[in-house]
């Protein structure tokens, strides 16, 4: 069974920088699409990036365009999420997660996910 887990999350104020990792231990990710999600408190889980399995496809939501950077290792097994300029709405639970096909925002259509990791930006 395929298991996800995340890294990264912490505290940071405005405008800082945070790195999130997506990992496999045992499973090789390069045969899967990697979506990242997050849920804030009383909110909607929603799509945040994807990227499909070879780096070739990337999508953004638009809240996140310009300010965050999706790639992946598949040599590493890793995928990461760059976060930059952080605001205080980013805050939130932070998930990846896994399909076979192609990279979607849709949450509905990934299988594996992660517990995820916090991600608080607050001064």
């Known amino acids: 069974q395929l298991q996800l887990v995340e890294s990264g999350g912490g505290l940071v104020q405005p405008g800082g920088s945070l790195r999130l990792s997506c990992t496999a231990p045992?499973?090789?990710?390069?045969?899967?699409?990697i979506g990242w999600f997050r849920q804030a408190p009383g909110k909607e889980r929603e799509g945040v990036s994807c990227?499909?399995?070879?780096?070739?496809?990337?999508n953004y939501d638009g809240s996140v365009k310009g300010r965050f950077t999706i790639g992946r290792d598949n040599a590493k097994n890793m995928v990461y999420l760059q976060m930059n300029s952080l605001k205080p709405e980013d805050t939130a639970i932070y998930y990846c997660a896994a399909r076979k096909y192609g990279a979607v925002l849709f949450l509905g259509l990934y299988e594996h996910w992660g517990q995820g990791t916090q991600v608080t930006v607050s001064s």
């Open positions: 990227i499909n399995n070879s780096g070739s496809y990337i």
């Open positions: 045992g499973f090789s990710l390069d045969q899967y699409a």
